[in-house]
């Protein structure tokens, strides 16, 4: 089977794109691919808290009020709402000291938003990876099989599962170390589990449910048996593999 791959970095982050399939080097598929990293380079644009124009940064500054923003970034704070009351306050994009910084929600949503060029091509398989996170469509059923990584070891793999639809998102330390704070408290969250991966069919809500999840610490796998259809693995600091009952499924 004909397969084709891309790499570019956006949002600082290696987002690479696997076609497979009869068509994966047709022109169809490239400009598929094209409007993908447009579109992701947009939102970087818009939503990037180190971007000094970006629409977060001036709503930071006081620059700019929420009037004053694009709609879109009103419909990624009402979606930042929403996700923190369906984790019962677990994932927020109200940062300590003041602020608002919804890279924990917008990297998933705007994946699987811009996975909507990718449906387009007929007879492709597309797997999309932003940063480790990861949506899957496949029109011919056949699976990808989607690797998880060790969060003690970044060139080793401890597990994987196959899609042949649907998302992977992982929240921990492997890539950006203690970077997560608990919104109960303001405080980095504390826990003895390094990651927490978060299979779905949304990768918008896979990566919210896996954040909110990694804080939640012991009580992950309630966190993500709140919406149907998502399923969990977490990895302890020594190694072992625990997870919820459809994983893999």
Same mark, same amino acid.
């Given at each position: 089977?004909?397969?084709?791959?891309?790499?570019?970095?956006?949002?600082?982050?290696?987002?690479?794109?696997?076609?497979?399939?009869?068509? $994966?080097?047709?022109?169809?598929? &490239?400009?598929?691919?094209?409007?993908?990293?447009? &579109?992701?380079?947009?939102?970087? !644009?818009?939503?990037?808290?180190?971007?000094?124009?970006?629409?977060?940064?001036?709503?930071?500054?006081? %620059?700019?009020?929420?009037?004053?923003?694009?709609?879109?970034?009103?419909?990624?704070?009402?979606?930042?709402?929403?996700? !923190? &009351?369906?984790?019962? *306050?677990?994932?927020?994009?109200?940062?300590? @000291?003041?602020?608002?910084?919804?890279? *924990?929600?917008?990297? @998933?949503?705007? +994946? %699987?938003?811009?996975?909507?060029?990718?449906?387009? +091509?007929?007879?492709?398989?597309?797997?999309?990876?932003?940063?480790?996170?990861?949506?899957?469509?496949?029109?011919?059923?056949?699976?990808?099989?989607?690797?998880?990584?060790?969060?003690?070891?970044?060139?080793?793999?401890?597990?994987?599962? /196959?899609?042949?639809?649907?998302? +992977?998102?992982?929240?921990?330390?492997?890539?950006? *170390?203690?970077?997560?704070?608990?919104?109960?408290?303001? !405080?980095? $969250?504390?826990?003895?589990?390094?990651?927490?991966?978060?299979?779905?069919?949304?990768? %918008?809500?896979?990566?919210?449910?896996?954040? $909110? /999840?990694?804080?939640? @610490?012991?009580?992950?796998?309630?966190?993500? /048996?709140?919406?149907?259809?998502?399923?969990?693995?977490?990895?302890?600091?020594?190694?072992?593999?625990?997870?919820? $009952?459809?994983?893999?499924?």
């Amino acid at each position: 089977m004909a397969r084709r791959s891309w790499v570019e970095q956006i949002m600082g982050l290696p987002i690479s794109v696997l076609a497979r399939g009869r068509d $994966a080097g047709s022109e169809q598929a &490239e400009a598929a691919v094209r409007n993908v990293v447009a &579109e992701l380079a947009e939102v970087d !644009r818009v939503f990037s808290p180190y971007k000094p124009d970006s629409a977060v940064s001036r709503l930071g500054r006081g %620059e700019v009020s929420w009037d004053g923003v694009e709609v879109v970034v009103r419909d990624v704070a009402e979606r930042c709402v929403a996700a !923190r &009351e369906l984790t019962g *306050g677990l994932f927020d994009a109200a940062v300590p @000291g003041g602020g608002w910084d919804p890279s *924990g929600l917008v990297k @998933g949503w705007a +994946v %699987e938003r811009a996975g909507a060029w990718l449906r387009k +091509v007929d007879g492709v398989d597309w797997c999309l990876n932003a940063g480790g996170d990861v949506l899957v469509v496949c029109p011919s059923g056949e699976p990808f099989t989607v690797g998880i990584q060790d969060p003690r070891d970044p060139g080793r793999v401890v597990a994987s599962v /196959a899609r042949s639809a649907g998302a +992977v998102a992982t929240s921990g330390t492997a890539a950006r *170390g203690a970077h997560l704070y608990d919104p109960r408290n303001g !405080r980095p $969250a504390q826990t003895r589990w390094l990651s927490v991966s978060v299979t779905g069919p949304s990768l %918008e809500y896979a990566d919210v449910l896996a954040t $909110a /999840a990694f804080v939640a @610490g012991d009580d992950w796998p309630e966190v993500v /048996a709140v919406l149907p259809g998502y399923e969990g693995l977490g990895i302890l600091a020594d190694g072992n593999l625990f997870t919820t $009952a459809g994983w893999g499924g």
